[in-house]
C-alpha cells in the first residue's frame, strides 16, 4: 500500500472509531488518564523540569472537552500543538470556562513565537469551527463515532471556509489581548531602568 492510501485508511479508520476508544488512544499515547480531571495538581514537564500548579474546579470541568478537542482536531500536546488547540479553542469559544480561556491565552501567547503560522491557522479553523464548551459534558460523546464528533464541531465545514476580514480582525484582536501584558512589563522595566 502506498502512503496516500495507507493515509487514508488510517483516517478513514479513525473517523470510524468511536471517541472513547479514541480518546484512550490518546491517553495511551500521553500517559494521561481521566483520574487526572479531579486531581488537585496539574503536573507537566518543561523540558527535564517538572513543574504543578493547582487543578482548579474550573480547569477540572474544561480538560474532557479539552482532551476531546485534542482527539478530534488532531493537535498534539507539544508546546505548538498546546498552542494551536488554544488558539483553535479561543477563536471557536470557551463559554463560561474561565480556566480554558486563561490557559488558552497563554498558549496562544507562546504560539505566537514558537509557531505564528501554525497558531494563525488554528485560530481560523477554529473561527469556523464549534467547541464543546457552549454545550458542555456529556458521556453520550464518548459513544459517538470520531466522525460524528468532528461533524458537531463543524471540522470538516471549517476546512472549506474562506478566511474573512472578521476573522483576520480578530485574530489581530487576540494578539493585541495576549501581548499586552508582555508589552506593560517590557514598558515598565524600560521606564524603570530609565
Not at 75 to 94: D, M, N
Not at 98 to 105: K, P, S, T
Not at 165 to 192: E, K, N, Y
Amino acid at each position: 500500500m502506498t502512503a496516500a492510501p495507507a493515509a487514508a485508511a488510517a483516517t478513514a479508520a479513525a473517523d470510524n472509531a468511536l471517541v472513547r476508544d479514541a480518546r484512550a488512544a490518546y491517553f495511551a499515547a500521553n500517559g494521561f488518564s481521566d483520574a487526572e480531571y479531579k486531581n488537585r495538581w496539574a503536573t507537566f514537564k518543561l523540558g527535564f523540569l517538572p513543574l504543578a500548579f493547582p487543578n482548579t474546579p474550573s480547569r477540572q470541568r474544561a480538560l474532557p472537552m479539552h482532551d476531546l478537542h485534542h482527539v478530534a482536531t488532531g493537535y498534539p500536546t507539544t508546546f505548538v500543538g498546546e498552542a494551536q488547540i488554544g488558539a483553535w479553542e479561543i477563536a471557536g469559544g470557551c463559554g463560561d470556562h474561565l480556566a480554558a480561556w486563561v490557559l488558552n491565552a497563554m498558549g496562544f501567547g507562546y504560539g505566537l513565537l514558537l509557531a505564528p503560522a501554525r497558531t494563525y491557522r488554528a485560530f481560523i479553523r477554529g473561527r469556523h469551527s464549534e467547541t464543546l464548551y457552549a454545550a458542555g459534558w456529556s458521556d453520550a460523546l464518548l459513544a459517538l463515532p470520531v466522525r460524528e464528533l468532528r461533524a458537531r464541531l463543524r471540522l470538516d465545514r471549517a476546512a472549506a471556509a474562506p478566511t474573512t476580514l472578521r476573522d483576520v480582525a480578530a485574530f489581530a484582536g487576540w494578539v493585541a489581548v495576549v501581548s499586552s501584558p508582555v508589552i506593560a512589563a517590557v514598558g515598565l522595566l524600560v521606564w524603570a531602568l530609565r
